[in-house]
Structure formats: C-alpha cells, structure tokens
T-cell receptor, first 118, second 115 residues
Framework: AQSVTQLDSQVPVFEEAPVELRCNYS??????LFWYVQYPNQGLQLLLKYLSGSTLVKGINGFEAEFNKSQTSFHLRKPSVHISDTAEYFC????????????????FGKGTHLIIQP | EAGVTQFPSHSVIEKGQTVTLRCDPISGHDNLYWYRRVMGKEIKFLLH????????ESGMPNNRFLAERTGGTYSTLKVQPAELEDSGVYFC?????????????FGSGTRLTVV
C-alpha cells in the first residue's frame, strides 16, 4: 500500500514570488508520481508526472518537480507565480503495474491550497 | 479528442433515495477509475475497471454502491439507498495504460449532496 503526505494545507504567497509545495510518500513498491491541479469549479488536470529517468520533471504552466528517492519526496516548484495559479494542488502516486503494490489507481495527498496575494 | 465526461455535474437527493452517476471515458481507454472526495478529506480510490471487468473494487465503501461498465464503454455508479455520509465529489478517470504511465485523465466530477 502507499501513502502520500502533503504537509501544508495552505500556502499563501505573493504574486511573482517563488513557491514550493511539499510532498512526501511512502510505498513498499516502486511508484509513479504525479502532481494534479484543480482550479475553482473544474476537474483535476495533470501538471506533471515522474515515471523514470531524469529526476527533474517539467510540467505545464512553468511548474517543475524533483524526485528524491532517498527522501521519498516529490516537491513541486515554480519560480514566479501568477494570480491564475490560485488552485488546489494534489500530489499522488500509483504502483508499478503487477508490482503487488495494491490498487492500480492513484493514492492522493490531502491537497494544498495555493493562495496568491497581489 | 473528447475528454472524460461525467454527469450530472450536481445532484441533490434525499436520504434513502437512489442516484446514478455516469462516466464516459476517453474513447479507446480500457482503464476506468472511480474516486470520491468527501469534504475535508483526501481523494480516495473506489474501483478500477479494465474494459468491462472489475479489476479492483477494494475502495468501495459498502454494498450500497454498485458500479457497472457494460460493453466496456461508459460506466455507471449507483448509490442505493443514499446516506448523508455519501455526500462528496465523485470523480471518474480513464487511462490507456495500467497505473497511468501515459497519464490519467479526469472528468470534472459529480457533486453529490444527500440531505
């Protein structure tokens, strides 16, 4: 089984400032890692994913995340945020297929509200 | 390509009534997933279809919930009878590959309110 911890339920940040949203995970098997975003009154949209290879992953809207296996972390960063980035962000993992790691679906963290202050 | 479509977008029903949620996945996606987010909690996995077969239904809360995917296309999730604690947002997602290595695509969700 897997678990995902997003330490911050809310992150306020001023516009054009950098931001980091933290995510740690626990799993007995290898996993794929994801960040999703939910804008107000919309569904979940994939920001980026880590499957293998380079540990620095670039996503849409200027976001990037770095996979750190030793620290079991997958923190999300953006060097300069905009008002339009106001949303809830979810970190999630899913086990490798046929790894015996439980359900094939996603295990989510509780989400982090990113609040952009003008 | 069309995305994952869910309807209704909102549903308000009384305790004890029945509600059916529908999900139309992306055409050609064999894998279909249902998730639920109860207010204040994390998004939780409910079940996973591969084509018309239930691959994993370990997340289904109890036998008041019934999911079907006849013909391996759209899926329905029926709650009968609904209870107050069933309120929340129900998401559907589809993917081509197992474990979403190609990415899961989510619908906009159905917000269910049981009063």
């Amino acid at each position: 089984a897997q678990s995902v911890t997003q330490l911050d339920s809310q992150v306020p940040v001023f516009e054009e400032a950098p931001v980091e949203l933290r995510c740690n995970y626990s799993s007995s098997v290898s996993v794929y890692l994801f960040w999703y975003v939910q804008y107000p009154n919309q569904g979940l949209q994939l920001l980026l994913k880590y499957l293998s290879g380079s540990t620095l992953v670039k996503g849409i809207n200027g976001f990037e995340a770095e996979f750190n296996k030793s620290q079991t972390s997958f923190h999300l960063r953006k060097p300069s945020v905009h008002i339009s980035d106001t949303a809830e962000y979810f970190c999630a993992v899913s086990p490798y297929p046929y790894s015996g790691g439980g359900a094939d679906g996603l295990t989510f963290g509780k989400g982090t509200h990113l609040i952009i202050q003008p | 390509e069309a995305g994952v479509t869910q309807f209704p977008s909102h549903s308000v029903i009384e305790k004890g009534q029945t509600v059916t949620l529908r999900c139309d996945p992306i055409s050609g996606h064999d894998n279909l997933y249902w998730y639920r987010r109860v207010m204040g909690k994390e998004i939780k996995f409910l079940l996973h279809f591969v084509k018309e077969s239930k691959q994993d239904e370990s997340g289904m809360p109890n036998n008041r919930f019934l999911a079907e995917r006849t013909g391996g296309t759209y899926s329905t999730l029926k709650v009968q009878p609904a209870e107050l604690e069933d309120s929340g947002v129900y998401f559907c997602a589809s993917s081509q590959a197992l474990s979403g290595s190609g990415g899961y695509t989510f619908g906009s969700g159905t917000r269910l309110t049981v009063v």
